[in-house]
């Protein structure tokens, strides 16, 4: 394949690395770009509908209480195996 026929890529045409002596931006040029890339990013943001809200909050609150679930079976599993081994019997008796 010949030089003409290969195109030009993103990698290809990056210049690299900026020179050393090019003038950096001064320390308020720098925050006024840092507000202007945080303003362009929020204006990204889609919000989520209300049904899309509601499902989400669902499956979250779903997903907790079947982790609940998991532990509190996993506790009372090892403290169980605990007592059993170590001789007391599990849950105390006052």
Do not use: H
Request: glycine content about 10%; hydrophobic content about 50%.
């Amino acid at each position: 394949m010949s030089e003409d026929q290969v195109t030009e890529t993103a990698a290809s045409s990056s210049k690299g690395r900026p020179a050393k002596n090019a003038a950096k931006p001064g320390f308020f040029a720098r925050i006024a770009i840092f507000i202007r890339q945080v303003i362009g990013e929020l204006k990204k943001v889609v919000a989520p509908t209300r049904k899309e809200l509601i499902n989400y909050t669902l499956v979250v609150l779903v997903f907790v209480t079947i982790m609940m679930v998991i532990v509190t079976l996993l506790d009372l599993a090892f403290g169980t195996a605990v007592g059993w081994v170590f001789g007391g019997g599990g849950a105390t008796n006052s």
